[in-house]
Nanobody, 117 residues
Framework: QVQLVESGGGLVQPGGSLTLSCAASGRTLDIYAMAWFRQSPGREREFVAETTWTGESTYYDDSVKGRFAISRDFSKNTVDLEMNSLKPEDTAAYFC??????????WGQGTQVTVSE
């Protein structure tokens, strides 16, 4: 089992920045990759960004490339998502997902990001 707790969501103006953090605990040695997804009302959950647990490789959806950055904080055992130049369409609940080497996945409870004047 892997437990994930997201934090850092909130209300920000368009063009602003926010950093989300996902703290992992439990069987973290079995984690292969960590990802961020988001879901807005009436829409399916969509992929945002992913990093291997070692931090060697990262992947981004085209909609956030150049604006968002995913990274590992090895001292805190977290995966952070730095979000810049935020747009109203970035408004969503953001979820952290852990993917184990066994292909099992675990999800956090989510944190709300609202981009509005």
């Amino acid at each position: 089992q892997v437990q994930l707790v997201e934090s850092g969501g909130g209300l920000v103006q368009p063009g602003g920045s926010l950093t989300l953090s996902c703290a992992a605990s439990g069987r973290t040695l079995d984690i292969y990759a960590m990802a961020w997804f988001r879901q807005s009302p009436g829409r399916e959950r969509e992929f945002v960004a992913e990093t291997t647990w070692t931090g060697e490789s990262t992947y981004y959806d085209d909609s956030v490339k150049g604006r968002f950055a995913i990274s590992r904080d090895f001292s805190k055992n977290t995966v952070d998502l730095e979000m810049n130049s935020l747009k109203p369409e970035d408004t969503a609940a953001y979820f952290c997902r852990a993917r184990l080497r066994s292909t099992s996945t675990f999800w956090g409870q989510g944190t709300q990001v609202t981009v509005s004047e």
